[in-house]
């Protein structure tokens, strides 16, 4: 296809999810992405880059190196009418389709190479440090946890959570599997607490929980829940389109309720299911298939439906352990790690993208 005569399809938001959208549709149509970084990161890679800053040579990769037949707009979509996307710096990008990709609000840096350089500093960061304070014990909090204890058996590390137990978004197995796995590497972990920042002066290594206690460390990293990228759609003409939480109603197409050419994918979607890299590649493929059919006039009634998947999900617990929440089953230990930790699945995303598992980039 001469991607001239081609439909125009704009994709907002270039993480785990509109990566897929560009790559697969870029021969298919006038395809542009528009992401306010220039790079594709692997989400949950990032932890690992922490700890060792090479590991984002691979994980962090420039849109180009696998959307090389489209547009890219590098900028934050400011708003959108219903023939045309609105970026934060005056640019208007007209669309026959549009798919919505942004995901969680997380500013980070537009190039690659001070991505890599904020990595090396958080490196330092920890390095630096004989004591850690985590904030969150969600999964970014635990994998993150998990990767100091192991790579730095010497540090004292404190985890405080608000939640009862860690990782409320899977069962409580895998959570006493977590906590008990931590009591092994020396991690303490407070629950039921907040730490409030706000009271804590710069240089100040003393930090007070909401139950009072004293928790003494020599820097802090937080990780809590980031806002959905959706906020920029309220004064939109999406703007009833938002349910309670700022999540986009889709229909079982993955297309917003009631319209026919806007998708939405990924964490911001009122899908009931977890929020995971790997789902929200499926619904890409989803889109895309959606897609295909309607740009080439097929019949909607023939559309792939995307149904929620059940709570599976592998949380990394360093280089080889992780615990593993699976249909009727919890696992820990080296097993599930065998699985994930390793590599991360960076190699089997960058292949997904089309590019070399094992070539890191200059």
Known sequence: MDKRDGKRVVVVGGGIAGSVVAKSLQFNAHLTLIDPKEYFEIPWASLRAMVEPSFAERSLINHRDYFSNGDIVTSSAAGITETEVLTADSRQIPYDYLVIATGHKDPVAKSRKDRLDQYVSENQKIKSANSILIIGG?????????????????????????????????????ADKTLKWFGSKGVEVKLEQIVDLNSVEDGNKTYETSLGEIIEADCHFVCTAKPLGTAWLKETVLKNDLDAHGRIRVDEHLRVRGRKNIFAIGDVTDIPEIKQGFLAQKQADTVVNNLMLLMEGGNENKMKTYKPHSALAIVSLGRKDAVAQLPFLTISGRVPGLIKSGDLFVGKTRKRLGLQPDVTQT
């Open 138 to 174: 969600g999964p970014t909090g635990v994998e993150l946890a998990g990767e100091i204890a192991v790579d730095f058996p010497d540090k004292k590390v404190t985890l405080v959570h608000k939640g009862s137990r860690l990782m409320e978004f899977i069962g409580p197995k895998a």
